[in-house]
Every structure is written in C-alpha cells, then in structure tokens.
C-alpha cells in the first residue's frame, strides 16, 4: 500500500498541479521508484491510495496506446521498452481520499483490498534504492514473530524531532522490541535516537486499532497512535536499518538523490562530498 493523497505544501509551486510524488527523480517519477521497490521485494499487488486531483499518477500507470503505436512506428525500441515496462510492473489499484485526514486514515482506505493478510506500506517520500532488500528483511521479520514490524534507522542529533520515534525494551542485532511510539518528540524527551523511516509491514489487525483511534492534532487519524495499540496487544518489532535512503519530501534530499543516484555506478564519491559542503554552505 503506497498513501498518495498529501497536498505536498513543502513543494509548492512545482506541486500546484503536478503531484509531488511524479517530480522526477533521475529517470522516472518518484512513485516509480517506491513501486519497483515493492515488486523487487516479491509484491505483485499494490494499492496506491490517492486524492481526487492526483489523477496524472493514475495516468502514470496506465498504459497509453497512442503513445507506444507511435513509439513503435518511430522505431524508439528503447523507449517503448521502457513505457511499457510501467504498465507491466505489477497488478496497481487505485483508491480515492477525498480529503488528507492523515495516513492512518489513508491506510485504512485500503481494507478493502488488503483483506485478511499481512501487507506492507511504503511512503512515496522515503526512497530505498535497495532492490527492495530493506522491505524484504521486514517481511521476514514480521513472518518470523507473527506482529508487525517497522523500519528505523538512527537520527543524528536534534533531527529525531522531525520524525516519529522508537523507543525499544530489547535489541538482538538490527531487530528491537519497540515498546513505545513518539511523535515528533522534543529532543530531551525523546525515547531513543530511532526514527521510523517510511516502512511498514503491518499486520491485517491494524485496521481495528485504526477505526477505534482518535483524530489528533489537526483532525488527523495518525498510524502511530494505530501502533501503540498493537505494542499492548500482540507487540511490535522495528528493523534497524543502516542506509538511511532519501526523504524527497525535503528539498535538500530530494536534490541529494538526484545527484547520488545519477552518480551510482561510477566513481562519484568526490563530487558528493563537494555537493554535501555546498548545501552546507548555503544554509541547508
């Protein structure tokens, strides 16, 4: 399950009218990359939950005739390749929000599809260019214990504010105990220096603690306070992860993966380290 449905306000003008998650990133949009994520994990199924004016991610997916007869006429073999090669990742529904009421909510648009089984959701804002490795590794933890299991990698310094956090009564390896979930937490109060990263393998269950949480702040159903349930029900295991991957949902890193990623195979080390101490020169 991808959520769509956000109004991607930290973007804007570009996503006035073009959906944050089709801003390119190297060669493709966003939510290409999230959704060969999922197929590379094993996924043939996926629910991509959006809003009424993110169609153009609907048109995406689907396959233009037009355009491939035309390519095809042209003899762009390569090209038409890769059109079609959207079209034929995996088996992709869309569901409608008709308004952004947080992503417990828009998770639980998805009940209907998910049904009675395990699933995973991945938030389009958080890459992992890991050949679906990171999701693949969850799913086998969640097998493993029978719960659900979220991704977390450790934040570097005050920027455990930003992101929710994990707080955990046991770690064997990268598998903890998660005993407590906070939402943005002011630094000092902060439970651990774990942050969840966008990740989830959730267990079908989840949709019960959905439809009894109350909306928090901002009228939002928030799947964090959906989580704490489940760690006083049937428990909750968190995969520390060491690649920490690219949150596109912040300009600084959006940038950062188009520059990393477009230097992956070739020797681009130098010029990342030149990119890091601009952006930080320049405020970022």
Known sequence: MIPAAGLGTRFLPATKAVPKELL??????????????????????????????KKPIEDHFAQMTDLESALEEKGESELLARVRHINELANVRFVSQASPLGLGHAISMAAPHVGDEPFAVLLPDELFPDEGHTVRRMIDVA???????????????????????????MRDGAVVVVD?????????????NLRINGRYVLTPDIFDKLACTEPG???????????????GDRGLRGLVVDDMGFDTGRRVDWLRA?????????????????LEAALESNGF
Not at 31 to 53: C, K, L, Y
Not at 261 to 271: I, P
Request: glycine share 10%; charged share 20%; proline share 4%.
């Open 180 to 192: 407590r979930l906070v939402e943005k937490p002011v630094f000092e109060r902060a439970p651990s």
């Open 24 to 53: 390119t990133v190297v060669d493709r949009p966003a939510i290409q990359w999230v959704v060969e994520e999922a197929v590379a994990a094993g996924i043939d199924e996926i629910v991509i939950v959006t809003s009424p004016h």
């Open 258 to 274: 188009n520059v990393e990623l477009s230097l992956r195979g070739t020797d681009g080390s130098a010029v990342a380290v030149m």
């Open 143 to 169: 097998e493993s214990v029978g719960g659900s299991v979220v991704s977390l990698t450790e934040a570097v310094g005050e920027e455990i504010t930003k992101y929710g956090c994990a707080g955990y009564s």
């Open 217 to 231: 702040r901002g009228g939002e159903i928030q799947l964090t306070d959906a989580l704490a349930l489940q760690i």
